[in-house]
Nanobody
Framework: QVQLVESGGGLVQAGGSLRLSCAAS????????MGWFRQAPGKEREFVAA????????YYADSVKGRFTISRDNAKNTVSLQMNSLKPEHTAVYYCAADRTFSTVVTGRTRDVDYWGKGTLVTVSS
């Protein structure tokens, strides 16, 4: 069992930055692929970024490449998402996700993801 708690969301002006964090419980955290998804009002939840349990392999949605950076600290059971040059279209609830399979996360198979956090709201004003 893995429990995920996100933090770091808030209101930021366009062009600004935010750093989201996700704290995970469970002794097997280091064996899970961790990911970030987001859901804007009226839209489906979509994949944003993922990091393999090895901490080396990462994958990003095309829309955030070069702007967002995912990282993890297996010793602290945390995963972070550094978001730079934010735009109003990045406004959404951001969810932390954990799954035993890298492909499940990077292909955005939300129904198959093992664990979800409750989300943190990011609002980017123009």
């Amino acid at each position: 069992q893995v429990q995920l708690v996100e933090s770091g969301g808030g209101l930021v002006q366009a062009g600004g930055s935010l750093r989201l964090s996700c704290a995970a419980s469970g002794r097997t955290f280091s064996r899970y692929t961790m990911g970030w998804f987001r859901q804007a009002p009226g839209k489906e939840r979509e994949f944003v970024a993922a990091i393999h349990w090895n901490g080396v392999n990462t994958y990003y949605a095309d829309s955030v490449k070069g702007r967002f950076t995912i990282s993890r600290d297996n010793a602290k059971n945390t995963v972070s998402l550094q978001m730079n040059s934010l735009k109003p279209e990045h406004t959404a609830v951001y969810y932390c996700a954990a799954d035993r399979t890298f492909s499940t996360v990077v292909t955005g198979r939300t129904r198959d993801v093992d664990y979800w956090g409750k989300g943190t709201l990011v609002t980017v004003s123009s």
